[in-house]
């Protein structure tokens, strides 16, 4: 089945700057990528999500990437704020749609 | 508010014992999904209904079981707890078929002592 692994585990950053989380998945069958955040003890929201015929999608501050060759995909925050301090989980659909596959999740803490 | 609905919302049970959760989708969401994430953990599949029909299955516990009923709603049920089964519990939903959003309930947080 599929598989997806999240790098790093944990970022800090300094307000105002970059931060970049990287997924790889294991089934290049898959076709969906959503990226959700959650903040402690709340329920995961969706952010953005990219569809395997799409290379790159851009909202606001946020971006996300698709590799299929490379089965990887990362999400970009440019601008950091203290607000974007959250767990953020990214995941694959994989064929079929009936298991979305979560990575384990990146800790991003902004310094203000 | 996502529309999801997931109740109770806190529950403390003994060791051995069992509990139902209960979810209600969003309006007109046909899948039903069960997540389990342990403190500072994932979010670990269960398993997935679609229509009242099991679809998918995960690192379901076979202590554990679910359903979904004819109105959609769904159960899961745990029994025969163990401290390690503390743990908050995410039911989602989605309209079902390849790449729909899925929209998670508030959770249902539960502690076995």
């Known amino acids: 089945g599929e598989n997806v692994e999240q790098h790093p585990s944990t970022l800090s950053v300094q307000e105002g700057d970059s931060a970049v989380i990287k997924c790889t998945y294991s089934?290049?069958?898959?076709?969906?990528f959503p990226w959700y955040k959650q903040e402690l003890g709340k329920r995961p929201q969706l952010i953005i999500d990219?569809?395997?015929?799409?290379g790159e999608k851009k909202d606001q501050r946020i971006a996300v990437t698709l590799n299929k060759t490379a089965k990887h995909f990362s999400l970009h925050i440019t601008e950091t704020q203290p607000e974007d301090s959250a767990v953020y989980f990214c995941?694959?659909?994989?064929?079929?749609?009936?298991?979305?596959?979560f990575g384990a999740g990146t800790r991003l803490f902004v310094k203000a | 508010d996502s529309g999801v609905t997931q109740t109770p919302k806190h529950l403390i049970t003994a060791t051995g014992q069992r509990v139902t959760l209960r979810c209600s989708p969003r309006?007109?969401?046909?899948?039903v999904y069960w997540y389990q994430q342990s403190l500072d953990q994932g979010l670990q599949f269960l398993i997935q209904y679609y229509n009242g029909e099991e679809r998918a299955k995960g690192n379901i516990l076979e202590r554990f079981s679910a359903q979904q009923f004819p109105d959609l709603h769904s159960e899961l049920n745990l029994s025969s707890l163990e401290l390690g089964d503390s743990a908050l519990y995410f039911c989602?939903?989605?309209?079902?078929?390849?790449?729909?959003?899925?929209?998670f309930g508030e959770g249902s947080w539960l502690t076995v002592v």
């Open positions: 989602a939903s989605t309209e079902g078929g390849s790449g729909n959003t899925i929209y």
């Open positions: 089934d290049s069958a898959s076709n969906y």
């Open positions: 995941a694959a659909r994989e064929t079929g749609g009936f298991k979305t596959i």
């Open positions: 309006s007109g969401d046909l899948s």
């Open positions: 990219i569809r395997s015929n799409v």
